[in-house]
């Protein structure tokens, strides 16, 4: 008999055919999880109706553009005679992927669930992902565990476990669990993406929400650091997830210092926006030397304008995209439409 309460959180937007995967991939778990909340960041491309179709939800929001809560009791596990409770939560506008992991873990945390497992909605579990991390909830040292992550075709997805090393932050302050590590488990890491995540709400009251001001990118980065604070962070390799990973549509590769640089369609470049910025911010509190810090980011900076002089049109929107995020990092300014006014209006 369960004694662990465990709720997972989806936080989805736009992307309703990965969100049905994932939650039938969640309600046929043979340890199935206790509740479900789906934080739904505004979606227009009909996921309430997509939900109600496949008998997620009982109703959606209407002509309503406050913010809409549901909750729903719906048959889970092999036998489907365990029952899940799947709340539905979605914001009249979208606050960002970090936005919707912060809310998510609130309205788990505030009703009577000992664990919060964390997923896009372009991730999934295997059948027996819950179950090969159940045997270790005992353990008291323990803030969070993490699932082995596996593109869709079944390779493993280095980039979203790893070890923080506090030197630089470019390209990444992460530097990827090596493959040979995997082969045995738990496995201590410093810092996990939101692919998988079940972190205990003991650790979540030390260590707070994730920050959302972020909006996305790089916000489990930050999150771990704290988070790790309040105890160890393990991976245990049994336990998959599997990630759609993006594609880069449309993107236009270009080497410069011996190195291939993607360059993002147009109106895509402002999510890039966020990744700078906050990695900006994490490494200003971070780094361990300054002068490294700053020497990182004005080399990055520059290979961005070099970037801008030889390929890219509308050069000065994009200057002042990459100085305002860089200088917004440093300073701590969060304003998350900064990015869409600069370049596009």
Known sequence: MKTTRIAAVVVTYNRRALLLQCLRALVAQSYPPDGIYIIDNGSSDDTVLHL???GFISTGPGKSQALFRSHTRIGAGTTK???IDLYYIRFPENRGATCGFSEGMKYACASVYDWIWLMDDDSYPDKDALRMLAPFLSRPDTAAFAS???????ALSLVHR???HYKHIFPRIQTPLEEHRYQHGPVSIDSASFVGLLVRVESIQEAGYPKNDFFLTNDDIEYCIRLSKAGKILLVPASIMYHEEAIKKNCKSVCIFGKIVCLPPY???WLKYYGFRNLAWIGKRYIRSRFALYMELFFYWLVQIILILLYDKKKLKRFRFYTNALRDGLKGVFDNEKPKRILYD
């Open 267 to 269: 109106d895509e470049l």
């Open 81 to 83: 005679l365990q029952e």
């Open 162 to 164: 790893g070890m923080l």
């Open 148 to 154: 082995a992550v596996k593109g869709p075709d079944g």
């Open 52 to 54: 109600i179709r496949h």
